[in-house]
């Protein structure tokens, strides 16, 4: 007995992940009691977003122009490339700051139980920039632009401290062995604000190895 | 960082009930990847059902037409009434069978913490129609039509058996002591296939109290 039209937001809304049937339910109701104040402006939201994002087509990030803000900024360092899973750890380091050169945006991790493999990940285009950098002569000059013409020298395995991230991780060091660039990767420790208690012992053993002078 | 469409689409998302910025974060990526499958189809349905559906000024309940479909159903028992906070109970009564009369839909609970008195909820109407049921002459022909015109001769009070729902339900039982008709409400038990250990004192005594020959 529910309206076509409603019955049909709630499936779609119900296929968003981390939603269900009943919290879509829930979510429709709200939207209809906020018809004006969040309903409308989420759909136009929605179809505009849809129609103006697009990927880059140098680093997988996702911004309304490609190649993406963060390729054609002329500020970040292009020595430094960073390689996430997902463009929301992308996200997550532009939130904390932490990290002021490019991104390369993997579109996921290398899995046996899913079956992907590299060539399920952007990882082709990863090795191209990689020894793009490698093969051009030094430039030298710190005004060289964009990130593409200078020359990589680290890139930061940004994955994910999962077994499927860890081979990712693997993999891509294989890869990158003869490049001359130099491979880093996330230290592991105790997360600030973390408190011991609830830490689990691969965290604490982490933390303890690569334990530091006070 | 984040392109300005992704990002007002992320805060409009935010905003539903069971969402929060991190999985609205996660529910657009997943949008950005399903775009022609999920993305354009769901903001034209929010779209759409934003324009079609109305609440329905008998009952209360969200409909594309006004009076709704239970309402103008000659199916359905004009004799019975079922009072429910909310359309998604509405809907959860629809989905189980259980009842083959009318509805109407108060829109929440009285309740002293939020502040949320009588007239706040769709009670005026509620008593309203009651009333014109038992001013009318009773027709005694069963092709009477809508509801509307019929004798009302049970209310069932379906809230929840939350304090501020039972507060309700005494609150509308009080308002319709001179009304003649019958009041009622849901029986309290074992849910169906619910294990005895999990569930709470309160139900267990009350299935207690109202146990039946086998």
């Not at 292009?78 to 929301?88: D, H, M, N, S, T």
């Not at 020894?131 to 430039?139: I, K, L, M, N, V």
């Not at 999962?162 to 062995?177: F, K, N």
Request: aromatic residues 2%; neutral net charge; charged residues 25%.
């Amino acid at each position: 007995m529910i309206a076509g039209d409603l019955e049909r937001l709630i499936q779609l809304l119900a296929r968003l992940p981390g939603l269900g049937p009943r919290s879509a339910r829930r979510a429709v109701l709200h939207l209809m009691k906020k018809r004006e104040a969040l309903m409308l402006p989420l759909a136009d939201a929605m179809a505009r977003a849809a129609d103006s994002i697009a990927i880059c087509s140098n680093c997988g990030n996702l911004d309304t122009s490609d190649p993406c803000g963060i390729c054609r900024d002329p500020k970040r360092d292009p020595k430094l490339l960073c390689v996430v899973e997902e463009v929301a750890d992308l996200w997550a380091l532009e939130r904390s700051g932490a990290f002021k050169g490019g991104y390369h945006v993997l579109g996921g991790t290398l899995s046996a139980i899913d079956g992907r493999g590299p060539d399920q990940l952007n990882l082709a285009r990863l090795i191209e920039r990689v020894r793009r950098g490698q093969d051009a002569t030094p430039s030298g000059s710190d005004d060289a632009g964009t990130a593409e013409t200078a020359r990589i020298e680290e890139v930061v395995l940004a994955l994910s401290a999962t077994v499927d991230g860890q081979t990712t991780a693997h993999y891509i060091a294989e890869r990158m062995a003869d490049s001359g660039v130099r491979l880093s990767r996330l230290a592991h420790g105790v997360p600030v604000g973390g408190e011991l208690d609830y830490l689990d012992d691969g965290t604490l053993n982490a933390a303890m190895k690569a334990r530091r002078p006070a």
